[in-house]
């Protein structure tokens, strides 16, 4: 399973699918279900090279883990809502569901890998197959898909992954904590439980945050320059692309620097 966004493969569905209002992070409201006006014919973005200059920050923090181009080229089997326009509503309303399974397969992908959790992988496997093939449903199938139960079912074992590889460790209880603006500068966050946690323009510089389990952890404007997080449980795209770091932030292998960090 692709988790990792193909917008090649996509009919630009981010760009039409979601609602976006006038912000900081997008220079113009658009209601669902419209096509932004810098979408171009073939489904590329016409400003995708300039997107902060032009106001459009809050796209280039979204990521939606694949879903995009499996609804594009696997539920609607290549046929764009141009080209079927009474699939349109469809397919715009899939996305939010599909983007949401497509990210607990990465919690999951993520889990899997460590080598800690292997008591769990038995588990965490068949977990992940059975997200996998709602991921195959049909659309009309897929708008009956619970997400808030989907996550229920996946948090509980999560958590327990998020147990085996932070125990070794011992690191700080700070789940849900709100933690904006705080001054963390070189903090030993290792194995630190911030799941759920706000860290909205705190001051992490230089901090570990190895194996801290980062599961919904709010990173918009923290600052990660220098900061460790090879190890970091449960890291998104989006909470990279969220958060302020440079060519000296240490990310996951296979995690993409963002390209507005320089």
Not at 113 to 138: F, G, I, K, N, Y
Not at 158 to 172: I, K, M, N, T
Not at 221 to 246: E, I, M, Y
Request: charged share 25%.
């Amino acid at each position: 399973m692709e988790l990792q966004a193909d917008c090649a493969r996509c009919f630009g569905l981010c760009c039409v699918a979601l609602p976006f209002s006038a912000s900081r992070d997008f220079a113009v409201d658009k209601p669902a279900g419209t096509p932004c006006h810098h979408l171009a014919g073939d489904f590329s973005c016409g400003i995708h090279s300039r997107l902060r200059e032009e106001g459009f920050a809050g796209c280039t923090v979204f990521d939606c883990f694949g879903a995009g181009q499996h609804l594009s080229q696997h539920t609607f089997g290549g046929v764009s809502w141009r080209e079927a326009p009474e699939s349109a509503g469809a397919m715009f309303a899939a996305l939010p569901v599909m983007r949401g399974l497509h990210e607990l397969l990465w919690y999951l992908r993520d889990a899997l890998d460590r080598e800690e959790t292997a008591p769990l992988h038995a588990r965490l496997e068949q977990r992940r197959r059975e997200v996998e093939e709602l991921t195959d449903s049909p659309a009309a199938t897929l708008r009956r898909v619970d997400l808030a139960v989907e996550r229920a079912r996946t948090g509980d074992l999560l958590g327990e992954a998020s147990q085996l590889v932070r125990g070794p460790h011992s690191g700080p209880e700070h789940r849900g904590a709100d933690l904006m603006g705080a001054r963390l500068r070189r903090a030993d966050l290792r194995a630190a439980n911030l799941r759920g946690a706000l860290l909205i323009a705190a001051d992490a510089r230089h901090a570990d945050l190895r194996w801290a389990d980062l599961l919904g952890t709010d990173l918009r404007d923290t600052d990660v320059r220098g900061a460790d997080l090879t190890d970091a449980l449960f890291l998104t795209p989006p909470q990279v692309a969220a958060a302020r770091g440079d060519e000296t932030t240490l990310l996951p292998t296979g995690m993409e620097r963002p390209a507005h960090w320089t």
